[in-house]
Each structure stands twice: as structure tokens, then as C-alpha cells.
């Protein structure tokens, strides 16, 4: 039964408010994967903020049209699948690729390219794209830099301190073996 027109805009909403709310996305060609394979793969994805799509290419080249990004025309072609990568793109992919790699399903599904903040990647620069850092651990390296120089302070005023406290120590023996004495 085919699309009606009506349910075909709706689709194309749909899709720009995904491109929208997404720093890029992979195409991956797809070809025998069970609808378990697939639920596998979504939860998977799912964890790191990714979704997987599986659309109309030609409802796909509108929605990338009105969102105004760049549309592949080559990417798109034959049965693809689209992994979003929301704001994790790089986790989003290694998630991707190294689930493709467990399972096996290198003869199933092939990475094509994507795009990501603007440029389209090919499937080299979607593998360089997953070894950059994941969200998570941009924040924990942001974190660590911020915490970094309050532990050098603190650091600092402890041994501040604690000279202080060694010369007071210091001075109080030897009033205390000066007294002594004197007695």
C-alpha cells in the first residue's frame, strides 16, 4: 500500500526534527538482519543517545533539504539505514562499530559515510570520527581540568599550614625545654 501524501509530510517533519536535534548521522547499508539483529542494535545505540532509522531515501534527500544540510546524493542510494548520532556522534558511532564488529555483522551491514557538523564523511572518517572522545569522556576531561588547579591550591595551603604549624610546634618545644631547664 503506498505512502499517502498526507503521512509522507508527517515522515518529513519527523526527519527534520531528528536532523535538527542531531550533530550528524551515519548511513550504513543493510542487507539480511533479522528483526532481532535489529532490536539488538537499536537498544545498543539507544544507550549512547543514537537512534536508528530506516527511511524512505527520497523522503530522507526532503527532510535533509528543509533542515538545510548538506544531501548526499550518493549516500543514499539502495537499502540504507540512518544511525543518528544526537549529541554524541562520536560515542554513537563507536557504539555502532564496535556492535557490528561483536556480532558479525560485517557481511549484514557496511558503513557508507554520514555526515557530521556540516562535512560528509566517508567510511574512514566515520571510523576516525569514533575514536575521538565520547561526550562522557569530554566531560569527565573538562572536570578533571577544572578540579586540577583547586587541588594544586589546596595543596599549596596545606603545606602552608602545615609549616606554620611545625614552626609554632617548633617554638613551644623549645620554651617547653627552655622552662624546664630553669627550673
Not at 543517545?49 to 530522507?60: D, F, P, R
Not at 560485517?106 to 559515510?113: H, S
Not at 562535512?119 to 574512514?124: H, M, S
Not at 583547586?150 to 596545606?158: D, I
Given at each position: 500500500?503506498?505512502?499517502?501524501?498526507?503521512?509522507?509530510?508527517?515522515?518529513?517533519?519527523s526527519?527534520?526534527?531528528?536532523l535538527?536535534e542531531s550533530?550528524?548521522?551515519?548511513?550504513?547499508?543493510t542487507q539480511?538482519l533479522?528483526?532481532?539483529q535489529?532490536q539488538g542494535?537499536?537498544n545498543?545505540?539507544?544507550e549512547h543517545?543514537?537512534?536508528?532509522?530506516?527511511?524512505?531515501?527520497?523522503?530522507m534527500?526532503k527532510?535533509?533539504?528543509?533542515a538545510k544540510w548538506?544531501v548526499p546524493e550518493?549516500?543514499?542510494v539502495?537499502p540504507?539505514?540512518?544511525?543518528?548520532?544526537?549529541?554524541?556522534?562520536p560515542?554513537?558511532?563507536?557504539?555502532?562499530?564496535k556492535?557490528?564488529?561483536?556480532e558479525a555483522?560485517?557481511?549484514?551491514?557496511?558503513v557508507?559515510?554520514?555526515?557530521m557538523s556540516?562535512?560528509?564523511?566517508d567510511?574512514?572518517q566515520?571510523?576516525?570520527?569514533?575514536q575521538?572522545?565520547t561526550?562522557?569522556?569530554?566531560r569527565?576531561?573538562?572536570?578533571?581540568?577544572?578540579?586540577?588547579?583547586?587541588?594544586g591550591?589546596?595543596?599549596v595551603?596545606n603545606q602552608?599550614?602545615?609549616?606554620?604549624?611545625?614552626?609554632l610546634?617548633?617554638y613551644?618545644d623549645?620554651?617547653e625545654?627552655?622552662a624546664?631547664?630553669?627550673e
Amino acid at each position: 500500500m503506498p505512502i499517502t501524501r498526507t503521512r509522507k509530510k508527517e515522515l518529513v517533519a519527523s526527519y527534520v526534527d531528528i536532523l535538527n536535534e542531531s550533530d550528524g548521522f551515519v548511513v550504513v547499508h543493510t542487507q539480511g538482519l533479522s528483526v532481532a539483529q535489529v532490536q539488538g542494535l537499536r537498544n545498543v545505540l539507544r544507550e549512547h543517545s543514537g537512534l536508528y532509522l530506516v527511511a524512505k531515501n527520497t523522503l530522507m534527500r526532503k527532510a535533509l533539504e528543509e533542515a538545510k544540510w548538506i544531501v548526499p546524493e550518493d549516500l543514499l542510494v539502495g537499502p540504507v539505514a540512518i544511525i543518528f548520532g544526537g549529541d554524541n556522534m562520536p560515542g554513537v558511532s563507536k557504539a555502532l562499530l564496535k556492535h557490528i564488529e561483536d556480532e558479525a555483522f560485517e557481511e549484514k551491514m557496511t558503513v557508507t559515510g554520514g555526515i557530521m557538523s556540516g562535512d560528509v564523511l566517508d567510511a574512514q572518517q566515520v571510523e576516525a570520527v569514533s575514536q575521538l572522545p565520547t561526550l562522557d569522556e569530554l566531560r569527565a576531561q573538562l572536570a578533571g581540568l577544572m578540579v586540577s588547579p583547586a587541588q594544586g591550591v589546596v595543596n599549596v595551603l596545606n603545606q602552608a599550614t602545615a609549616g606554620v604549624v611545625n614552626v609554632l610546634q617548633a617554638y613551644l618545644d623549645k620554651n617547653e625545654q627552655g622552662a624546664g631547664v630553669s627550673e
